[in-house]
């Protein structure tokens, strides 16, 4: 692919001088699980397999934006493992000479039979979502009996680190039996970080009541002792970290609710159908797949992702008397 060096930036800074240079890439929005804050019961409406992005088109845009600044994707959906020969879709974006890292979120059911072929396409971290332990409060959360297959694709995508790193995401929400205490004491055995994400306000999110980071430490802290923040980096977000003693993981909180990072936000998403999504909120964007689609060079391409990048709102308004505007879409299509 021929690339214009005059459209051709390092870096891509927005309008608010925040540095964007990650992108999370949703390859599908099928899901089979049916989480209650994410996917109704009866699901969504499916797209179909032409409206979808092919690959090659997913590595389209990832290549121009690699150019463009971009050095970390998160491959997401949906549940992207669904997606057939994903392993085949991180082959080619390790191929592009700017992407640093590949890293993938799951939920774990069907990472057993493909965490092979994604090492050796090499990914380079996973995250697996799973919000309880318990095996019965797991199956009514996600409304599918899959807690076995789940914890089984974390503890084969476990034999690869310290390769890749592994790491869990859980949503309280507020259930008895949750159990947050028990999904930390992973983070106590083994060099998994477990991350908290406080349930945002988004889709069917908007039914459930957030639990606040605050109230999260302060429930590990009364089993655990005093967490000490971390101060070292670690991974490509939002996400800090605390250390607790004796812990071979971290604990981490991923707060859009009660600690809003937007200022320093450094992401933008790509949907499946290719919508360029600058801000999780809102529907603001670039349809890239149409302009694709339609013929459309590097150079224009690189244009219009410029543009909607620097129309990238300054941050979410996810407290109801700031909501402004209404986000169409539901989790499971943004990819999280
Ligand atoms: N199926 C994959 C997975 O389970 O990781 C990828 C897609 S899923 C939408 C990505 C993440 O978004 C999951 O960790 C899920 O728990 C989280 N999520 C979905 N809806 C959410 C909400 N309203 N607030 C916070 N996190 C949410």
Redesign the pocket.
Same mark, same amino acid.
């Given at each position: 692919m021929e690339h214009s060096n005059l459209t051709r930036t390092k870096s891509l800074i927005d309008k608010y001088g925040r540095r964007i240079d990650y992108l999370r890439v949703s390859v599908t929005d099928r !899901?089979n699980?049916r989480?209650q804050? !994410?996917i109704p019961k009866d699901g969504i409406e499916l797209t179909t397999h032409e409206e979808i992005l092919s690959f090659n088109e997913i590595y389209r845009i990832c290549s121009l934006m690699g150019s463009m600044g971009i050095h970390k994707i998160k491959l997401?959906? #949906? +549940?992207?493992l669904a997606r057939k020969n994903l392993n085949q879709l991180v082959k080619q974006l390790k191929s592009i000479p700017e992407i640093d890292q590949i890293t993938l @979120? @799951?939920?774990g059911v069907l990472l057993e039979e493909q965490v092979e072929g994604l090492v050796e396409a090499g990914i380079d971290a996973i995250?697996?979502?799973m919000?309880t332990l318990d095996s019965n409060l797991y199956a009514q959360i996600t409304r599918r009996d899959e807690f076995t297959k789940a914890m089984n694709g974390l503890k084969a995508a476990y034999k690869y680190v310290p390769n890749i790193a592994v790491k869990i995401?859980c949503?309280p929400m507020g259930l008895e039996g949750q159990n947050l205490v028990e999904m930390a004491a992973i983070a106590r055995d083994y060099n998994i970080h477990v991350r908290y /994400? +406080?349930? $945002?306000? /988004?889709?069917? #999110?908007k039914q459930f009541t957030m639990c606040s980071e605050e109230d999260v430490l302060k429930e590990l802290e009364a089993v655990y002792g005093k967490a000490s923040l971390y101060n070292g980096k670690l991974g490509n977000g939002p996400c800090h970290y605390y250390t607790f003693k004796g812990f071979k993981g971290k604990i981490g909180f991923i707060s859009a609710v009660s600690h809003k990072f937007c200022s320093e936000c450094n992401r933008v998403r790509l949907t499946s159908q290719g919508f360029l999504k600058t801000c999780l909120q809102y529907d603001i964007g670039s349809d890239l797949r149409g302009l694709i689609r339609s013929g459309c060079s590097d150079e224009k391409l690189l244009e219009v992702i410029s543009k909607t990048i620097d129309a990238k709102p300054d941050g979410h308004r996810f407290l109801k008397e700031e909501i402004t505007s209404e986000n169409h879409l539901g $989790?499971?299509q /943004? #990819?999280?």
């Open positions: !899901c699980l989480c804050y !994410c997401t959906g #949906g +549940e992207p @979120t @799951t939920n995250t697996v979502s919000d995401n949503v /994400i +406080e349930m $945002m306000p /988004i889709g069917l #999110g $989790m499971s /943004i #990819g999280g």
